[in-house]
T-cell receptor
Framework: DAGVIQSPRHEVTEMGQEVTLRCKPISGHNSLFWYRQTMMRGLELLIY????????DSGMPEDRFSAKMPNASFSTLKIQPSEPRDSAVYFCASSRKSGTSGNYEQYFGPGTRLTVT | AQSVAQPEDQVNVAEGNPLTVKCTYS??????LFWYVQYPNRGLQFLLK??????LVKGSYGFEAEFNKSQTSFHLKKPSALVSDSALYFC??????????????FGTGTRLQVTL
C-alpha cells in the first residue's frame, strides 16, 4: 500500500491567497483526520471524518478554514484567505473506522509544510 | 475529558543503555493508549498500542510499553538504545466507548537524543 498521500509537500504563498491541501487516505480506511503541527502549539486535531461525514470540527481555528471529503479516497483542507500565522505542517491521517471502539491506529501522511509570507 | 502528559521535553541516553520515555494519562473510563514516533521532516509513525490484556506491549523497532492502571501511566521503553532511535515520541490516548469515536488526544512530545 502506498500509505497516506498528501500534496503538495511544500507550499509557499502570500498572505490573502487561497491554499488547498489534498489528502488520499489508505484504501479501506473509513476515518480521516487533519492535524496541524507547530513548535508553539504542538500537534492539533483540526477535523475528522467517519465515512466521509465530518464528525468533529471543533479544532478548526476559524471560518477561514474548511475541509471536505467528497468521497472515500479524497479530502481537502482549504484556507481562504491565508495568514502568516497559518504557517505550519499540516498532516492528514487515516484509520479503519472505529465506531464506538477506538483500537485502530492512525496512519499519517508525510505532511504539507505551509509557509504564508 | 481525556488528556495526556509527557513530563519530559527531552531525554538523553547513551547508545546501548536502556531508555524510558514517560507518559501519564487521564480518562474517565478505560483507555486505549498509543505511542508514535516522528523522525525529522516525516509524519508520525505508529509504534505500539495497548487495548486490553497483557500490561506489557511490544511494538516496532524493539520498543515496548508498560500499562500501569494504578499509576495511570504508559511509559515507553527499550532495553538498548540506538543512535537511530533519536526522534520525537508522542503518547496518545483515547477513551473507550465515547461518542467521539475516533478522536485521539496526543501529548506534547518528548525528544529522544541517543549519543555514542
Amino acid at each position: 500500500d502506498a500509505g497516506v498521500i498528501q500534496s503538495p509537500r511544500h507550499e509557499v504563498t502570500e498572505m490573502g491567497q487561497e491554499v488547498t491541501l489534498r489528502c488520499k487516505p489508505i484504501s479501506g480506511h473509513n476515518s480521516l483526520f487533519w492535524y496541524r503541527q507547530t513548535m508553539m502549539r504542538g500537534l492539533e486535531l483540526l477535523i475528522y471524518f467517519n465515512n466521509n461525514v465530518p464528525i468533529d470540527d471543533s479544532g478548526m481555528p476559524e471560518d477561514r478554514f474548511s475541509a471536505k471529503m467528497p468521497n472515500a479516497s479524497f479530502s481537502t483542507l482549504k484556507i481562504q484567505p491565508s495568514e502568516p500565522r497559518d504557517s505550519a505542517v499540516y498532516f492528514c491521517a487515516s484509520s479503519r473506522k472505529s465506531g464506538t471502539s477506538g483500537n485502530y491506529e492512525q496512519y499519517f501522511g508525510p505532511g504539507t509544510r505551509l509557509t504564508v509570507t | 475529558a481525556q488528556s495526556v502528559a509527557q513530563p519530559e521535553d527531552q531525554v538523553n541516553v547513551a547508545e546501548g543503555n536502556p531508555l524510558t520515555v514517560k507518559c501519564t494519562y487521564s480518562v474517565s473510563g478505560n483507555p486505549y493508549l498509543f505511542w508514535y514516533v516522528q523522525y525529522p521532516n516525516r509524519g508520525l509513525q505508529f509504534l505500539l498500542k495497548y487495548i486490553t490484556g497483557d500490561n506489557l506491549v511490544k511494538g516496532s523497532y524493539g520498543f515496548e510499553a508498560e500499562f500501569n492502571k494504578s499509576q495511570t501511566s504508559f511509559h515507553l521503553k527499550k532495553p538498548s538504545a540506538l543512535v537511530s532511535d533519536s526522534a520525537l515520541y508522542f503518547c496518545a490516548v483515547r477513551q473507550l466507548n465515547t461518542g467521539t469515536a475516533s478522536k485521539l488526544t496526543f501529548g506534547t512530545g518528548t525528544r529522544l537524543q541517543v549519543t555514542l
